[in-house]
């Protein structure tokens, strides 16, 4: 697959694959959840007990009712921002989410929403974050030229909510004052094209309401496609109006997603007669140790926060 990558994307590509372990950082959003729980839980032979703390400590909690994991208010990858070249190291690490920026300034700030949807290795999923920013785009050879934002504080979250539609069926929904509303679904297998949010978000006022819809139609969404009580805007995310990262190809993504789709086969095969996650965690480690190895590859967790720490020196 990287050949195939490295054909279409040429010497510019290349460059952002070689700091392609910093990047990891978002593609831990979904992989963190598989390797801290799945994993250490297994060969621990954690009771439900442990599983809870685990997944505590991966910055994510569960859902009982609608089977979905999601992102605490204080997760860890708050400290880490966020910036494009996140998105680029998606697809290359197995994610193949469609992404839709939409910025805007408010408060003397320039603000980003952006909302994700779809296949993240073993989970459909769908986020929506909130970022903002006053200091000047970088611009570092070599590296990364644009906006860096950090993730919004408890006086600038917003609520949000949002249903996560594959197929015209609601898989799930997410509500709630945050910074990054997110709902994963483990071993559903989906196309980006199956899905869509419909989504809602209260402003602070009816300044900053007007000026992400200014955002929204800069995106490219038309009139008839927001809906808006001056304070709240509703709308709905399929087909994104975005350019999507160069790692996203055509050839490429079929490649990452049928193989996405045999993990998610094979996990729903495996723990299909299990309404437990321990006796999930159990099964899986009996019948697929493969799985472990597939996710402990992916390096360190110290190392990633050790490249990150380079970067900061200039944010």
Same mark, same amino acid.
């Given at each position: 697959?990287?050949?195939?990558?490295?054909?279409?994307?040429?010497?510019?590509?290349?460059?952002?694959?070689?700091? =392609?372990?910093?990047?990891?950082?978002?593609?831990?959003?979904?992989?963190?959840?598989?390797?801290?729980?799945?994993?250490?839980?297994? @060969?621990?032979?954690?009771?439900?007990?442990?599983? *809870?703390?685990?997944?505590? #400590?991966?910055?994510?909690?569960?859902? &009982?009712?609608?089977?979905?994991?999601?992102?605490?208010?204080?997760?860890?990858?708050?400290? /880490? @921002?966020?910036?494009? =070249?996140?998105?680029?190291?998606?697809? &290359?690490?197995?994610?193949?989410? #469609?992404?839709? &920026?939409?910025?805007?300034?408010?408060? +003397?700030?320039?603000? =980003?929403?952006?909302?994700?949807? @779809?296949?993240?290795?073993?989970?459909?999923?769908?986020?929506?974050?909130?970022?903002? *920013?006053?200091?000047?785009? !970088?611009?570092?050879?070599?590296? /990364?030229?644009? *906006?860096?934002?950090?993730?919004?504080?408890?006086?600038?979250?917003?609520?949000?909510?949002?249903? !996560?539609?594959?197929?015209?069926?609601? !898989?799930?929904?997410?509500?709630?004052?945050?910074?990054?509303? %997110?709902?994963?679904?483990? @071993?559903?297998?989906?196309? *980006?094209?199956?899905?869509?949010?419909?989504?809602?978000?209260?402003?602070? #006022? &009816?300044?900053?309401?007007?000026? /992400?819809?200014?955002?929204?139609?800069?995106?490219?969404?038309?009139?008839?496609?927001?809906?808006?009580? +001056?304070?709240?805007v509703e709308f709905m995310f399929d087909k994104p109006h975005s350019a999507q990262p160069l790692t996203r190809t055509e050839e490429t993504d079929w490649i990452v997603q049928r193989n996405n789709e045999r993990i998610c086969n094979r996990f729903m095969e495996i723990t299909e007669e299990y309404d437990n996650w321990e006796d999930k965690l159990k099964a899986i480690r009996e019948k697929e140790p493969f799985l472990y190895d597939a996710v402990i590859t992916l390096?360190? %967790?110290? %190392?990633?926060?050790? #490249?990150?720490?380079? !970067?900061?020196?200039?944010?």
């Amino acid at each position: 697959m990287y050949d195939i990558i490295k054909s279409q994307l040429g010497v510019g590509f290349i460059a952002i694959l070689s700091i =392609l372990v910093l990047l990891i950082i978002f593609v831990l959003l979904a992989y963190r959840i598989f390797r801290n729980i799945y994993l250490r839980s297994m @060969g621990q032979g954690a009771g439900m007990k442990e599983f *809870t703390q685990l997944l505590n #400590d991966a910055g994510y909690l569960y859902d &009982p009712y609608q089977g979905i994991f999601y992102s605490k208010i204080n997760a860890w990858q708050k400290k /880490f @921002g966020y910036c494009r =070249l996140y998105d680029e190291a998606a697809a &290359p690490s197995a994610m193949i989410i #469609d992404s839709e &920026p939409i910025s805007f300034n408010y408060a +003397g700030k320039k603000w =980003l929403i952006q909302l994700w949807k @779809g296949q993240y290795y073993l989970n459909t999923g769908a986020e929506i974050g909130i970022y903002l *920013t006053d200091k000047p785009d !970088l611009a570092i050879p070599n590296l /990364f030229n644009g *906006t860096f934002y950090r993730a919004a504080g408890k006086a600038e979250q917003l609520y949000m909510s949002y249903y !996560l539609i594959k197929n015209g069926k609601v !898989l799930f929904g997410r509500s709630g004052k945050h910074w990054w509303l %997110t709902g994963f679904k483990t @071993g559903e297998f989906s196309e *980006t094209w199956e899905l869509s949010m419909y989504v809602r978000i209260v402003f602070k #006022d &009816p300044e900053m309401c007007c000026s /992400f819809i200014r955002g929204m139609r800069k995106a490219g969404y038309q009139e008839h496609q927001i809906r808006s009580d +001056g304070i709240a805007v509703e709308f709905m995310f399929d087909k994104p109006h975005s350019a999507q990262p160069l790692t996203r190809t055509e050839e490429t993504d079929w490649i990452v997603q049928r193989n996405n789709e045999r993990i998610c086969n094979r996990f729903m095969e495996i723990t299909e007669e299990y309404d437990n996650w321990e006796d999930k965690l159990k099964a899986i480690r009996e019948k697929e140790p493969f799985l472990y190895d597939a996710v402990i590859t992916l390096g360190k %967790t110290n %190392t990633i926060l050790k #490249d990150f720490d380079k !970067l900061k020196q200039y944010i």
